[in-house]
C-alpha cells in the first residue's frame, strides 16, 4: 500500500464515529481506535446511555463497543437499544475477558455483530469495524422513518385511568367551563374555543383544544414577534419552539386563565376520545414539528403525547430555559415513561399550573 491509499484509508476510518464503554481494555484499545477513527469514551453504560440521549439524528454514533460485565447488564442495555427504532441499527461490538460459551449464545441470540475476547487482535478489530460500517449502512434516514410505525400503543392500565380521570373531571368542571366560556364570549369577539393543528405520537395530527386567551387573528402575527420568544437561541442561532414573553396578543382574562392553565382544560376533551394521555409530551403546533422532523430529536414522538408532563412540572414558566434543555427532557420521557413517572407528574402538575413568568 503507497503512503498516499494509507492516507486515504485513515480519512476514510476517521469519518467513521465510535462510542466506547469498556474500562477494562482502555489501556490497549483507546489509543488504537482513536488512531483511526473519530472516539467519544464513557465510563460506564450509564455514561454511555446519557451521551445516546443527548445525540441528534445526523450525530449517532456508527459503532458502540461495550464490555461484557459480570452481570449481564450490556445485554440489558443492548435489549434497550434493539427497542428503540432510531438506535436498533447501530453497529455493537462485545469485547469480553475469557471466553465463555453462554456470553456467545446470549450475543448471536440479542444479534450483536462481533464479539471478541481478551487479548483483543487490534488490527483485526479495526478491519472489522470498517467493513461492518461500510456495508451494514444502518444509519436510519429520515426518510425511513416515515414508513416506520410509529404508533403507540397505550397500556390498558393507562388508557384506561385516561377515561376514567378525564370523564369524571369534565362532568365536574362543567359549570366552571359555561363561566369561563360566557366570560370569553364577552370579552372579545372569536369562537371560545381555540381549534389548532397539533402533532402528537408518530407524527400524527388532531384537533387540540384550548380556551381561546388571544384576540382573533392572533396565529397570523406570529412572525413579527420572534424577538420574544423566550427559548434561547444562544446555541444555533435559530430555534424551533416558540414561548414568548409578554404577549401582546393576549386579552386581559386571557392573561387569567394562561396564569392558572384554565386555558388547557378542553383538553380533556382530547384525553377521553384518545387524541392523547394524561401524562406525555406536549403536542406540538406544526410549525414546531415540521423542524423537529427536518432536522432532529425526533425521538421526542416515539411516547405518549399528554397535556402535561415532565417539562410542564420541572421547568416550565421559567425564563431561563433553554431549547435543549425542553429537547432533552422530551427524549427523557419518551424513553422512560412509566405509570409510577406519570403519577409523580400528575402530583406535581397543580403547583406547577400556576405560573411566575408572564410566557
Not at 456508527?62 to 427504532?85: A, P, R
Not at 367551563?177 to 366570560?183: D, E, K, R
Not at 397539533?198 to 407524527?203: E, M
Request: hydrophobic content about 40%; overall charge positive.
Amino acid at each position: 500500500m503507497t503512503p498516499l491509499e494509507a492516507n486515504s484509508r485513515i480519512s476514510q476510518h476517521k469519518s467513521i464515529s465510535l462510542l466506547c464503554s469498556a474500562p477494562s481494555f482502555e489501556a490497549e484499545l483507546l489509543p488504537k481506535i482513536i488512531a483511526h477513527f473519530s472516539v467519544h469514551a464513557e465510563p460506564d453504560i450509564e455514561g454511555l446511555d446519557d451521551y445516546l440521549k443527548d445525540q441528534s439524528i445526523y450525530t449517532l454514533p456508527d459503532v458502540i463497543i461495550l464490555e461484557v460485565d459480570e452481570h449481564g447488564h450490556c445485554f440489558e442495555y443492548i435489549d434497550k437499544l434493539k427497542q428503540n427504532v432510531l438506535l436498533k441499527g447501530l453497529v455493537i461490538i462485545l469485547l469480553a475477558k475469557k471466553k465463555d460459551a453462554k456470553v456467545r449464545e446470549t450475543a448471536m441470540r440479542y444479534k450483536v455483530n462481533d464479539l471478541y475476547i481478551s487479548p483483543i487482535p487490534l488490527d483485526d478489530l479495526c478491519e472489522r469495524i470498517f467493513f461492518l460500517v461500510k456495508f451494514k449502512l444502518f444509519k436510519p434516514q429520515l426518510s425511513d422513518l416515515s414508513n416506520v410505525d410509529f404508533t403507540y400503543k397505550i397500556p390498558f392500565t393507562k388508557r384506561l385511568f385516561d377515561i376514567i380521570a378525564s370523564g369524571l373531571a369534565l362532568l365536574f368542571l362543567s359549570p366552571f367551563f359555561l363561566i369561563v366560556a360566557i366570560i370569553i364570549a364577552f370579552e372579545s369577539k372569536g369562537p371560545v374555543i381555540f381549534k389548532s393543528k397539533r402533532v402528537g405520537t408518530g407524527y400524527r395530527v388532531f384537533d387540540f383544544y384550548k380556551f381561546r386567551s388571544m384576540r382573533t387573528g392572533a396565529s397570523e402575527e406570529l412572525a413579527n414577534l420572534s424577538e420574544l420568544n423566550q427559548y434561547d437561541k444562544s446555541e444555533t442561532g435559530s430555534t424551533t419552539f416558540v414561548k414568548l414573553k409578554n404577549d401582546p396578543r393576549i386579552t386581559k382574562f386571557g392573561h387569567f386563565i394562561r396564569n392558572y392553565s384554565i386555558d388547557e382544560l378542553p383538553q380533556l376533551f382530547n384525553v377521553l376520545i384518545g387524541d392523547m394521555s394524561l401524562v406525555g409530551n406536549r403536542p406540538l403546533p406544526l410549525y414546531e414539528a415540521e423542524m423537529l422532523t427536518s432536522n432532529e430529536w425526533s425521538m421526542r414522538f416515539l411516547g405518549p403525547a399528554g397535556l402535561t408532563g415532565l417539562w410542564q412540572v420541572t421547568r416550565r414558566g421559567k425564563a431561563e430555559m433553554s431549547e435543549r434543555e425542553r429537547k432533552k427532557l422530551d427524549n427523557f420521557y419518551a424513553q422512560n415513561h412509566s405509570f409510577w413517572l406519570d403519577i409523580k407528574i400528575l402530583l406535581k402538575t397543580l403547583p406547577a399550573a400556576v405560573q411566575k413568568e408572564k410566557v
